[in-house]
């Protein structure tokens, strides 16, 4: 009987707080940028560009952002006999964001990474590292994402 009361009180009380995703404010309206530049692999360029849904304006006062990204695939374990058994992927970024007048108000490293099981198929291993590579650029571009909104609201 507690269960039927407390389990819809909860979800009362939850839907109507007005909680609201803080990254759901952001869009490229909200900031001026004056110049992206991205340097890296283009398949990942392309994925956090998409992501990230930013807009230039070259003839606007905004910001100019660089965003540098490296992948880096590592051995993590291997057999008795030097086969590797287990890889980490790791995606890294440096964002350096500037104003009009080249004052840096930005230099941020954001790096992450996901440990994989090796199989003996490699059809299915380079499946497994773009899933996991598809993941990694989506989690850094939410990161992105923050950072430009938290500047944002500090530039107003």
Known sequence: MIKKILIPAIFILVVSCGFQPMLKEINSTNIKIKKIDFLGKNQTIYQIKNI?????????????????????????????????????????????????????????????????????????DESEKNNILNELIN???????????ILSKNLK
């Open 52 to 124: 990230l849904g930013l807009v230039e304006e070259p003839n606007s006062n905004g910001l100019v952002i660089t965003i540098s990204i490296a992948e880096k695939i590592t051995v993590v374990n291997k057999t008795d006999s030097g086969v590797p058994t287990e890889e980490k992927l790791t995606i890294s970024v440096n964002l350096i964001i500037t104003d009009n007048n080249k004052n840096n108000l930005l230099t941020e490293g954001i790096s992450e990474s996901s440990r994989f099981q090796l199989s003996s198929n490699p059809t299915d």
């Open 139 to 149: 989690i850094v571009s939410q990161k992105i994402k923050l950072k430009l909104f």
